[in-house]
């Protein structure tokens, strides 16, 4: 049996044809600087070929796909990988759907679940008897769990002898009409079209009175469709009139369109006009609202609609999203509402309660899901979710947390032989809690897997079975094996910048805590989510580190209550001193694109400037060639096989899709007259594939091109391609980005940099180099505040805020305040604990 999986010649983006065995069966972790290569071994090379050998061996043609530029891979295991990003931007997701475990408890509901006769009042219990011919005790979970058909068979109340419709789990459903609120169809929230953001009543159309209609086509073909539909109807329409004297007949067709009931009403007997396109006018507030609703399946989209509707907790169901028939059913006297609301441990601990409650009879029938249930909630406790509630939107979640979420479901999948890829899975994880992540990592390997995770973290890294260490910089300059082996060889291997961070005992000696200044951002008895009236000074003109244990109230605190309050500069917020700030920069865990067409040099408007450079040479002029043909975004000089984007995206169906190639340009972006037009011997496409680094000499003497460049190499992103898609950038790495985009506008007047874990993604060496950089901008005369969980940056902090004790319903209050020497020093604060073991260690 082969027990190592044998890369040879690797040569992917920056590796040096490099030759590596990785064991089989173990915990291995892949390290590095920023940039030195990790993705293009563990995604690029042996995800990428697992993949493509996994498709051979099921006799599928995979001529297309682009083999990783590498020799030969040998003992590759079937491969899964897992992610950062949080990618379910369904609003319609819940904590408790992702996981189903709402599935489950939807199922002892309906068989289990107490009601109130509407007629009588009285608690009708579970018709038990019909419940047992349906449910034989050796009847499998997922029978179980199957969803009931469209027959509804009816129930009398005992008492009365009213009839009722018998429970079902679609009943508990709010993706269903049997159990979603018909007031917000389930989604817990109601929209109400703002007619201020579209119209402006006092102009008319000609003038601009429908704000939306802000193109030269646009207009004249919407004034032109009215005035068809007007005319079909036998009445003028005045494009000229301002809106607000329009006569009844005239908004309605502006509003609602030629098929609303209400217009179709004053012309009874009249049909629309038969003609495609002019006369059939949908009607403006018509079309916004229909769009809304195509869009309310995905956050993303229905965010690009918020600015035209104002959304506000439903008043039918409170935003529970279930009808109040559902919501009156209890179990062990609780609603399913009131039991989505519980965090996970309080869950576990209702579940026990019940189960000790329910009779003989009833635990024989249920026992396939009471088991399946438990095991799936304590494998979500083992992993350090126990704060997270059911009802949480999946969109919410932490990208850490939806990566924790699925390595705990995949605990629970038995499978064997895989090799496991995870992309820095102690994201956002406190210290204290890092330890049950590594424990069911350690589960999936001694199921007999392959777990390599991508990851900085020295604890992490000090209890691995086998580091390999890449390097020994970034960029060009990576890309080597700088040592690989167990923690204590590479602790001795010299080369190995990894390696002098292992089993270090050095105290922290770092640059004298800032002090006095009389400015202070007070916050007052803040109760957002979790927060318990919390109420805290924070010191402005210093590097303040907010802290504690995930789901303690963090981001709550500083993105929910500082940022908004400062945002609406609202008199009554709770929150005083904002005019001590100039101007606010926020840099959180957000994608910067998500769409293949951004990149480095468009994100960071370096590619602005470089079109225009390219467009005013000599031979671009010559050509006729202006900053259009430049972009890869516009029709002119980029390739239209790809659009510009230098791949073509294959559809595997039931697999990922999959990127090669695209043969008409050979990945270049752009037609040959604009490739031939070249700036010291580089093409435009040339450009995005150098580094940032290899940039700043190119373009030295471009001053505006030089500062935007400086400014990426001074955030530690000197590694980074121009052409690199902002979608692949890690969680920290976009945050940098962000960073140095909002460095460039700044004026030097007094900011406050609000950072969510700007360590996501660094390696120790480049976590010095930012600590260096977040103090500079302290000297500088600003204020930063982040939420970290890095104790080396919360050891270079001037004053820390420490929230707990523990997450969700335990955690909103401030359980330690002070420097990092006086935090050490509160037995109540899990990170004082772990400071003391950096700034006094031996104690």
Sequence with gaps: MNDVIEIKGARENNLKNISLRIPKHKLIVLTGVSGSGKSSIAMHTLQKECQRQYMESMGMVTDYLNKPNVDSITGLSPSISIGQHNNNRNPRSTVGTVTEIYTYLRVLYARLGERPCPSCGRQVKPVFERQISLSSPDKESDQLLEEEGDEEHIVECPYCR???PELTMAHFSFNKAQGACSSCGGLGFTSQLKQEAIFDESLSITQGGVKAWDTDFILPYYMDSLQSAAAHYGFEFDVHLPIKDYNEV????????VFSESFQAMFPGKKPPKTVGKGKFEGIITTFQKRYQEALNDEESRKKWTAYFATQTCEACQGTRLKKESRAVTLDGASIVEVSDYALDELWDWLQRLQSKLSEEANVILQPILQDLTERIRRYLDIGLYYLTLSRPAVSLSGGEAQRLRIASLLGSGLTGVLYILDEPTTGLHPRDSHKLLAALKRLRDLGNTVLLIEHDVDVMEQADYIIDIGPKAGKDGGYVVGAGSPRELQRTPSSVTGRYLFAQTPYLGAPRRTGGDQYLVVKNASAHNLKNVTVSIPLHRFVAITGVSGAGKSTFLFHVVEQAIQQGRSDAPVSGMEHISKMITVTQEPVGKISRSNIATYTDLFTMIRALYAGLPDAKRRRLTAKHFSFNTAGGRCEKCKGLGALQMDMHFLPDVEVKCPACNGKRFKKDVLEVKY????????????????????GEQKDIRSKLELLIEVGLNYMKLGQPTSTLSGGEAQRMKLSRELGKNGGSHTLFLLDEPTTGLHPADVER?????????????SVIVIEHHLDVICAADWIIDFGPEGGKAGGTVIAQGTPEEVQHIESSYTGQYLRGLLSPGH
């Design 250 to 257: 005239q908004r309605t067709l502006l509003f609602y369109g």
């Design 680 to 699: 010291q011997g580089y093409s435009i496409s040339d450009v995005l594939d150098l580094t940032v680094e290899e940039c700043l000499p190119l373009f």
């Design 770 to 782: 930012l600590i260096a950089f977040l103090n500079k901008l302290v000297d500088q005369g600003h």
């Design 162 to 164: 009213h009839k009722l």
